[in-house]
């Protein structure tokens, strides 16, 4: 996945684009440029490395001009170096574009070029887009015709801005299958993959859909259709978000600012409109056979999921993993409920598509407004937690797990399998759960830093839970590999002695997820776990709640949350376990917010 | 932007160092705490200094002058009677001209530049900015909470023992209306961070790296440590004399004129301070930092100690994570216990109030110009108050 931007103003716009790419770095960071238009002639400035890195050496932020364009990559065609990193400009240096997605018929392309004498700097399928613009501007001598008749030969999925010196006041922008947002200012016209992009300067966006081509203008833009040129009219996005929530303030990660900003996201959960939510319970109810689905941390957010829809509503929906979901048959009639913080996940896309052509119905827990997934599905949930810029998600993930336990509680109560009156309790707990967070965060944070700080040599670990708690464990277990790039190995407490057991010794160290005493049965067959791990001289670190004795005697150190609802309780300590792995990463002296070779969202299959 | 550094405050429960000494002036790692702090104040580009002093004044005073050898400009305003935080603050008010300035507790050290953090978050936030930290234990510290903002939304100082929170690290972005809030809270400093908190004005910058508040003896070792980590390379004047075989390993810091003889091993991190002497086969073993003009006898090992300059350690003595103050004589065969035979907590009497240390390894705190006679074995956790002679230790 890579990062687009572009900015169409009066003023020098030098420091603001870079500031825009800079927004955006978390969409890709093994190289970078700029292009902007500076008395006729086009200046481009690129690189490898990270934005600031980048900067240093070509010194993007002084950058002249009132017209530029800008890109932040993550590459998937041709390695990183300086000739492959964006902007692409042509050989007569009058055209330069920007480009996310993969041109799929880029290799015929080039060997046509290539048979016509062009002689290509880079390995990138971008470059090939570049030369046709060259090609058909010198047959059609018109910018937008030209532009048309290039995008007629390309194929696969693309956003593209294109700035050229023969149309000083414009961007040329297209959209098809990745992301591309208007952002619409006073005197001033922004582009770019995500909102993050023009944030800081505009609250007014549009969203663009696939094939669509935008004429921008500091004044005006014109939206129309690739395929036949009809103009298209766009509603215009008011954004709520606070511009603020977007910045690091006084933190030194994001991953740290995210975690804390979770008694907001939570808050903004509980905030949406419970028709959305019962929207969402009446189609499971609807369906013959629902799933839930997800991929990496949305995986283990659906696994959770299951175990609220059993407890609260008696229902069993398998959660099933985005890029495995083919083992299912999909018949018309079946439901499909996805979860997904950038929308634009390949896998759960692609699994929507085959799903949704098999006729079922489908259904989305999305953040980003205006992403894929959120367009295409049936009835969508936009979470609302914000812009989340660490690679690893804390507080998307939180958030979606929450609309998840407001879903199945209201499932429960539809399906008549929870009272009206324990509805009203568990709302009550749901709606009192920010302030716990806010506590816990604040009071347990010297503690969970103090067992991370002495346990982060550890290179083994098992992470441990019963029932709700064992996908809990298995989510923290996948914050703790991607961030500190230990091994941390999620299991249910119960499988233990069915194998993995034979591994304990005193180096290995197990990190436990303790229900509460009064989970009585799940209590018990954890503290069985601890206990086999215990006598064999195993490491036990429990997360677990204040009160209970028992579990304490157990343990070589413990984070000890005050009693909460059971209800709450597994979200308390994937809380717990996020800030755990950040300690821990943070000792270790990890790349926190941008670990190695991740990105935040995966558009590639 | 001006800083206040507050210097003036003498705190007995870092006896037996503190009576000849203020806190700033304590050396850590061969430099004065004080002397970290300006050197990290001219790098973020603060160059006027206000200084409050009172205890030991003079040595500051002697050592850092007008600044002009450090690069600042200090203004020294005198605390006469201690009353606190807030009673030294109000004394700067007619040096910051009403412009927001920078307040840094004097005895706080870190081992990178907060100063360049701090000043950030306040260019982003345009508001009143506290440093925060994490420490071991936050029960010394005021508690802060934090909402999602960063902005500290509450302030609790005496906090009950199933807290860990971040705490005030002692350095502030503050505006000029503090002098305002003082008046009316009778110079009370906490009543007016929590009115501050109350409006809605500061705002949380968190430090990660190493901090540390000097408070009890045994955090000198602990500042030691910390700031001797971040060596990378090792520094050898060149009028040093390495005699014979000497074994070099790391971060080995060695000052001018010194002389290590034939033997001696240096594992670094380790420091030795100008004007020392190092007898035959003696162990200097990492964290030990040996101040300038001391002698260490023929065959001793040091370990994890602080010698603050001036000593002289007798012939065939182990010092382990201990601390020597400045002058302290000790005659051959000293040897510093440092850890009961079951590793069991350590605790520490300071001022006759027993302390838990929560160690289990730490060996003697002996205070200035104490001699102590040949053969002595001090206990862990012992404290030796300053000026103390001790009668050589003879069988027959």
Redesign the interface.
């Not at chain 2, 994490?134 to 936050?138: D, G, R, T, V, Y």
């Not at chain 2, 802060?144 to 960063?150: A, F, I, P």
């Not at chain 2, 199933?162 to 971040?166: K, R």
């Not at chain 2, 705002?203 to 968190?206: E, H, M, T, Y």
């Given at each position: 996945m890579c990062g687009i931007s572009g900015i169409v103003h009066s003023e020098n716009i030098g420091r603001n684009l870079f500031n825009s790419i800079r927004n955006l770095e978390y969409r890709g960071y093994d190289s970078c440029g700029m292009a902007m238009l500076q008395q006729g002639e086009l200046d481009l400035r690129k690189n490898v490395g990270g934005i600031d890195e980048v900067n240093a050496i070509e010194k993007l932020d002084q950058m002249q001009g009132s017209i530029g364009i800008a890109h932040t990559r993550w590459a998937t065609h041709g390695g990183v170096t300086q000739e492959n990193a964006h902007p692409h400009l042509s050989p007569d240096r009058k055209f330069v574009i920007v480009h996310n997605g993969i041109i799929s018929n880029y290799q015929e392309l080039r060997e046509r070029l290539l048979s016509q004498g062009v002689v290509f700097e880079s390995l990138t399928d971008t470059e090939v887009f570049v030369n046709l613009l060259e090609e058909s501007y010198s047959k059609y001598n018109d910018l937008e015709k030209a532009f048309l008749a290039a995008l007629g030969e390309i194929k696969g999925s693309f956003s593209i801005v294109m700035l050229s010196s023969h149309d000083p006041d414009h961007l040329y922008c297209v959209k098809k299958e990745s992301p591309l947002l208007l952002g619409l200012g006073e005197g001033c016209n922004y582009v770019g993959s995500d909102l993050n992009a023009f944030l800081e300067y505009t609250r007014k966006a549009i969203v663009l859909d696939d094939g669509e081509y935008v004429v921008l203008g500091r004044n005006e833009y014109q939206i129309r259709k690739v395929e036949n040129g009809e103009l298209v009219e766009k509603k215009v996005l008011h954004i709520d978000w606070d511009v603020e929530t977007s910045k690091k303030g006084g933190y030194s990660h994001y991953m740290l600012k995210e975690i804390f900003d979770e008694p907001q996201t939570v808050r903004q959960a509980l905030k949406i409109p419970r028709e959305q939510i019962s929207g969402f319970a009446e189609m499971l109810t609807d369906a013959t056979h629902a799933y839930l689905m997800g991929v990496g941390t949305t995986y283990y957010v659906a696994n959770i999921s299951q175990y609220f829809f059993s407890t609260l509503a008696n229902q069993y929906y398998p959660a099933l993993s985005s890029d495995e979901f083919s083992v299912v048959r999909i018949e018309s009639g079946d439901m499909v409920l996805a979860l997904s913080q950038s929308g634009e996940t390949y896998d759960t896309k692609t699994s929507l598509e085959y799903a949704k052509t098999h006729g079922a119905k489908t259904a989305a827990v999305v953040n980003v407004m205006g992403s894929a997934i959120s367009m295409m599905v049936d009835q969508v949930i936009m979470q609302g937690s914000g812009p989340e810029i660490c690679v690893v998600s804390t507080k998307a993930a939180l958030a979606q797990t929450f609309i998840m336990l407001r879903v199945a509680l209201e499932l429960g109560l539809m399906r008549k399998q929870i009272t009206q009156k324990d509805y009203q309790t568990h709302q009550q707990d749901l709606e009192s759960f920010p302030q716990m967070v806010e506590q816990i965060l604040n009071e347990q944070s010297g503690f969970v830093r103090n067992i991370a700080r002495a346990t982060s040599h550890v290179e083994h670990w098992l992470f441990l839970g019963c029932g709700v708690y064992y996908p809990v464990a298995m989510e923290s277990a996948l914050k703790m590999k991607e961030i500190t790039y230990q091994h941390a190995e999620g299991m249910p407490a119960g499988f233990l002695k069915h194998g993995t057991l034979s591994m304990v010794e005193p180096a290995l160290h197990t990190l436990f997820f303790v229900p509460l005493p009064e989970q009585k049965v799940l209590h018990d067959r954890t503290l069985n776990a601890m206990e086999q791990v215990k006598t064999r001289g195993g490491t036990v670190i429990a997360i677990m709640f204040q009160g209970d004795e028992r579990t304490l005697a157990v343990t070589n150190q413990a984070i000890q949350l005050p009693q909460m609802s059971s209800l709450c309780a597994p979200l308390a300590q994937m809380i717990m376990a996020q800030m755990f792995a950040y300690y821990a990463a943070l000792d270790l002296g990890r790349n926190i917010d941008k670990p190695r070779n991740l990105a935040k969202s995966v558009t590639v299959g | 932007m001006k800083a206040v550094i507050l210097a003036a405050n003498r705190s007995t429960r870092l006896s037996p160092f503190i009576e000849t000494r203020c806190k700033p002036m304590i050396r850590i790692a061969g430099q004065y705490i004080l002397e970290n702090t300006i050197l990290f104040l001219k790098e973020a580009g603060i160059h006027e200094i206000v200084l409050v002093v009172n205890h030991q004044q003079d040595l500051i005073r002697r050592y850092f002058g007008s600044g002009k050898i450090f690069g600042v400009n200090l203004q020294y305003v005198v605390q006469d009677e201690l009353q606190g935080i807030g009673h030294a603050l109000s004394l700067c008010q007619t040096s910051l001209e009403k412009k927001p300035f920078l307040l840094v507790y004097g005895d706080v050290l870190t081992d990178n530049n907060p100063f360049l953090?701090i000043l950030q978050?306040y260019s982003?936030?345009d508001r009143e900015?506290a440093l925060i930290a994490?420490?071991?234990?936050?029960k010394e510290f005021g508690n802060?909470?934090?909402?999602?903002?960063?902005k500290i939304s509450r302030l609790v100082e005496k906090p009950q023992a199933?807290?860990?929170?971040?705490v005030f690290a002692g350095m502030f972005v503050l505006f000029p209306k503090i002098f305002d809030l003082l008046e009316k809270n009778q110079n009370d400093i906490s009543r007016c961070y929590e009115q501050m908190i109350e409006a809605g004005g500061l705002?949380?910058?968190?430090w990660?790296k190493g901090w540390i508040d000097m408070i009890h003896p045994w955090h000198i070792l602990e500042a030691n440590r910390m700031l001797m980590s971040s060596w990378k390379t090792a520094e050898i004047d060149a009028s040093a004399k390495l005699l014979g075989h000497v074994h070099l390993e790391g971060a080995v810091r060695i000052g001018s004129n010194v002389t290590v003889e034939s033997g001696t091993v240096l594992k670094g991190p380790c420091y030795i301070g100008s004007d020392s002497y190092v007898g035959n086969n003696s162990l200097i073993r990492n964290y030990s930092a040996i101040g300038p003009g001391s002698i260490v006898g023929y065959g001793s090992e040091l370990k994890n100690c602080v010698l603050f300059g001036n000593n002289d350690v007798g012939r065939l003595s182990f010092v382990g994570d201990s601390v020597m103050g400045e002058n302290v004589k000790s005659g051959s065969g000293l040897t510093t216990v440092n850890h009961t035979v079951d590793y069991s907590l350590i605790s520490c009497k300071s001022n006759s109030e027993l302390i838990e240390t929560g160690l289990t390894k730490l060996g003697a705190f002996i205070g200035d110009s104490v001699s102590i006679g040949a053969r002595h074995t001090l206990g862990p956790g012992t404290i030796v108050e300053s000026g103390k002679i001790i009668a050589d230790c003879i069988t027959l």
């Open positions: - | 953090s978050t982003e936030m900015v994490l420490p071991e234990s936050s802060v909470y934090l909402d999602h903002e960063m199933n807290q860990a929170n971040y705002q949380a910058c968190l990660e």
